[in-house]
């Protein structure tokens, strides 16, 4: 569906199941094509088809691993993956208290487990990086009730090891320190990804921002 939809938002007919359709709307701009992933697979498609790929955790060598078959993809594609964009979807809490930054963000590598665990019934053990997997062992039940919640019990099994890796936490010397190494990879985005405590009567409270690195 990547073809048609960049086709129909630059103002082209396209033919979808037979009918001519066309948006008489579009500006003729077509949008970027954004891809997120944590597998091969996806990740090979985001270097076939995508303008960026979305990579939800900051640690950087599990980046390079994804990026390792983003560039597959690409090649496979013919495309000059240089020319894809990067994004790292991860919390940030600047903090001279680790203890509180921690317990801010430990609900996000909580997130994460879900998407590892769908991973690991998919792939071979050998196919996916330790760093990437073995968090889980510990893993209990995940109630989506909290998902997303500072000081959920979903998080209880994260080491402070696993938030230090996949979240951007602690003092703005460390950040900046963390800025620099992930610019080592080719990553052009950090969006920092946040989540507030309940409100009474409502669902979650939440945005992101993203800087450019």
């Known amino acids: 569906m990547t073809v048609p939809a960049g086709d129909l938002n630059a103002g082209k007919t396209v033919d979808l199941d037979g009918v001519p359709t066309k948006f008489p709307w579009t ?30 955790f900051a640690d950087p060598d599990l980046i390079e691993w994804c990026l390792g078959f983003v560039r597959e993809g690409a090649k496979e594609a013919g495309r000059d993956f240089s020319k894809i964009e990067v994004m790292a979807a ?23 487990s879900n998407h590892v665990m769908d991973l690991i019934s998919k792939y071979k ?18 109630d989506y009730l909290h998902h997303c919640e500072v000081g959920s019990d979903n998080a209880e099994f994260v080491t402070d090891e696993v938030v230090d890796r996949f979240c951007v936490i602690g003092p703005i010397e460390e950040h900046r320190k963390k800025l620099d190494r992930r610019r080592r990879n080719p990553i052009q985005h950090l969006s920092n990804v ?19 690195c």
């Open 27 to 56: 500006t003729g701009e077509i949008p970027r094509v954004w891809v997120a992933g944590y597998g091969p697979k996806a990740l090979r498609t985001a270097g076939r088809i995508g303008d960026g790929v979305i990579l939800q």
């Open 90 to 112: 991860a919390p940030v809490w600047a903090s001279n208290d680790l203890k509180t930054a921690r317990e801010h963000v430990r609900w996000f590598p909580a997130l994460v």
């Open 125 to 142: 053990p050998e196919e996916l990086p330790p760093a990437l997997t073995s968090f889980v062992k510990d893993r209990g039940k995940y």
């Open 194 to 212: 946040r989540r507030r405590r309940k409100n009474p009567g409502r669902l979650w409270a939440g945005d992101s921002a993203s800087i450019s």
